[in-house]
């Protein structure tokens, strides 16, 4: 009687060399950008600043793309080269204008709109974290000189079709720029305040056959830069 043979059936067994692996799945598409995860990347830029590990015109730049990104893609090589574990670093110790982190989330954009009319924001009112400014035939004034500064940063986005936005800060803050005119003017006269705890206004936008304008409102500055903690 013929023994079976246990060779041939592992070899029947196995798998047959060369045969095609199955496909890798398909990556996801790319995640949207949240405002939540906007100010996270901007956390981590404002950080960077103050450690001087980028430029004050290098965080300009990058500030302006953040609140430009749309998908998370766009952020992660914004701070590729930067420590995300800096911002618990000892040297990140509590600053002015910084509200608790569970509120910034929750925090909505203010969002000023003037279509073939006017819209106006100044007096004592609490600045939000972002601004979106939109201007078509029309005008927006917005007077930061008296307002309440609760976070550091803030971020202005403005937007002027064949119209103007006008912004006035107060001569003790950081105003910056990464807007762009098309056919239009962006005129930002950019501040350094001698203050590094003062607070920071980034611009961003464009302007297409219209204006957008802002700079220091002569002889008016903040009395105490930390009155809206």
């Known amino acids: ?12 067994k196995r798998p047959q060399q060369g045969a095609p692996e199955p496909a890798p799945a398909p990556a996801p598409p790319a995640l949207r950008a949240s405002d939540a995860d906007r100010d996270r990347f901007a956390d981590i830029l404002r950080d960077a600043l103050a450690h ?3 430029t004050a015109d290098e965080h300009s730049e990058r500030i302006g793309a953040v609140y430009r990104a749309k998908t ?3 952020l992660e090589p914004l701070v590729s080269d930067l420590p995300e574990a800096g ?11 910084e509200t608790p982190a569970h509120t910034l989330s929750a925090a909505p954009a203010e969002n000023l709109v003037a279509v073939f009319g006017g819209a106006v924001r100044k007096g004592r009112w609490r600045v939000s974290r972002r601004t979106n400014a939109f201007a078509l035939f029309g005008g927006i004034e917005i007077d930061l000189t008296e307002a309440l500064f609760e976070q550091r940063e803030i971020v202005i986005n403005a937007t002027a079709i064949f119209g103007g936005v006008e912004i006035r800060v107060p001569e003790n803050v950081t105003l910056r720029s990464t807007g762009t005119g098309i056919f239009g003017g962006f005129d930002v006269k950019t501040v ?3 203050d590094p705890d003062a607070p920071v206004v980034s611009l961003t936008g464009f302007a297409v056959f219209g204006g957008v304008d802002a700079k220091p409102k002569r002889g008016k500055r903040l009395k105490n830069l930390r009155a809206g903690l």
């Open 52 to 54: 001087g590990r980028i």
């Open 87 to 97: 911002r618990a670093g000892p040297a990140a110790s509590a600053r002015p204008y």
């Open 72 to 74: 998370l893609g766009e």
């Open 192 to 194: 350094e305040a001698p």
């Open 1 to 12: 009687m013929e023994e079976p043979s246990f060779e041939k059936h592992s070899l029947e």
